[in-house]
């Protein structure tokens, strides 16, 4: 087994700085320096995209302190036509969020241009507790979970 540690999950956005606006707001994400602004041969050979040109930054994941994850939220200069995000599609799902209360994170979500995907629903697991998740999307339609649990009585 490697040796490994989680570093980041990565975004690739149509408006970068758009998006990491809104998980700024909506999740309280916190940038963290430098901006990137990454061009020349060595980012060509490294993603196999000619000519590529990438824009971004990282974002600190909330709830982890300083060393934590970071979201990587990238522009490339190109972008490859592809279909919107689906939550059943074969590879990454969505980001999941822990919140205190999914109607009101729901309804900030909307408010700073997400949408919803699914309804608000609570259901009890057995030895878990009860989880009360809703999907949504993020403004250039990734999905994000955003999910409560109570310890069952």
Known sequence: MLKARYAHTNIVARDWKLLSGFYE????CTPV????????TWIEEGTGVKGARICGAHLRMPG??????????FQYNTVEPGPAPAINRPGLGHLAFVVDDVRESLQEVLAQG??????VVSHEIPEAGTITFAYARDPEGNIIELQHWSQND
């Open 25 to 28: 707001r909506v999740f309280g």
């Open 114 to 119: 997400g949408k919803i995907l699914g309804r």
């Open 33 to 40: 320096p430098p901006e990137r602004d990454l061009s020349g």
């Open 64 to 73: 982890h302190g300083q060393d934590g994850p970071t979201l990587e939220i």
